[in-house]
């Protein structure tokens, strides 16, 4: 039998913190609390250990320091029971089997019922109509993207943990999915945490923005995304959004200038 969808999970990251073999600290004991049912996104500089901070919570790299808590379990019990799904910048597709086949067997690894038509469905919300059958190999980078997030919806998990998602997407593609995915996440109620360096993307998506410092990753601004939903592409330009993606550009500048500091003091 399928097991119990849960409900969204709040996660909490206690004293997190990652230092690989080899010394390099990317996240510093870090305190974090994201509410159930809440889009969160993570931006930083490049290299600031944003995706060490989302693999951590995907259980899927461990932390040196403190621990994630998924609705009172550990993550890697979370994502052993499919209770949570990423879409990764590389999406990892099994290139033998086609969209559809990638799809399926998540559904069968987790232990869902595959119905055909919520495939179809996801399938061309993701803009991939024609392409059900095709194989990862025939497809572009931005289409195999693509797939992996209806993939990773599929299993209508509690979590959603996206990391540039579509990084490899052509820029009107991109608006659509900002503008449609949301919608889907939000009638599933799932908690999606995501990591973008897309100021205007991660305003347009979110009810709250986190701002990390240079590496190793620290809070430096926790920006609530007070924005009415459902959003559209056209409210990404209204003043209410422009005033908030200025305040997530001074916190981004604000914290790389402050990590730059001691060094020109040199
Ligand atoms: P971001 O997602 O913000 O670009 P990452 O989390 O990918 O940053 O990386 C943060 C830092 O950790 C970088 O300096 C990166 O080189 C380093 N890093 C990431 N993964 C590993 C690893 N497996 N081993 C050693 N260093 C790593």
Do not use: Y
């Not at 998924?70 to 969209?99: C, H, M, N, Y």
């Not at 179809?120 to 095709?134: K, R």
């Amino acid at each position: 039998m399928a097991p119990e969808l849960t409900p969204p999970p709040e996660i909490v990251c206690t004293g997190l913190g990652k230092t690989f073999e080899g010394g390099t600290e990317a996240v510093e004991a870090l305190n974090l609390t994201i509410a159930a049912g809440q889009t969160t996104t993570l931006v930083g500089p490049s290299g600031c250990g944003k995706s060490t901070l989302l693999r951590m919570i995907a259980g899927l790299e461990e932390a040196s320091v403190g621990a994630v808590s998924i609705g009172g379990e550990a993550p890697f019990e979370t994502l052993k029971r499919a209770g949570l799904s990423v879409a990764f910048q590389d999406p990892s597709l099994l290139p033998w089997r086609s969209v559809r086949g990638n799809i399926e067997l998540a559904l069968k690894l987790a232990r869902r019922p595959v119905d055909t038509g919520a495939i179809d469905q996801l399938i061309s919300l993701v803009g991939l109509d024609g392409f059900a059958e095709t194989r990862p190999a025939e497809l572009s980078g931005g289409m195999r993207q693509r797939a992996a997030i209806a993939r990773a919806l599929a299993t209508k998990p509690g979590l959603l943990l996206l990391d540039e998602p579509f990084g490899a997407v052509d820029e009107l593609t991109r608006q659509q999915l900002a503008q449609d995915l949301p919608r889907i996440w939000e009638a599933q109620g799932t908690t999606t945490v995501l990591v973008t360096h897309s100021v205007s993307e991660a305003v347009l998506l979110s009810d709250r923005v986190i701002v990390l410092s240079p590496r190793p990753a620290k809070i430096v601004a926790d920006i609530q995304i007070t924005l009415p939903r459902p959003r559209t592409t056209e409210m990404g330009r209204d003043k209410a959004a422009s005033n908030l993606k200025e305040q997530v550009f001074a916190a981004l500048s604000e914290s790389m200038a402050a990590a730059q500091r001691p060094l020109a003091a040199q």
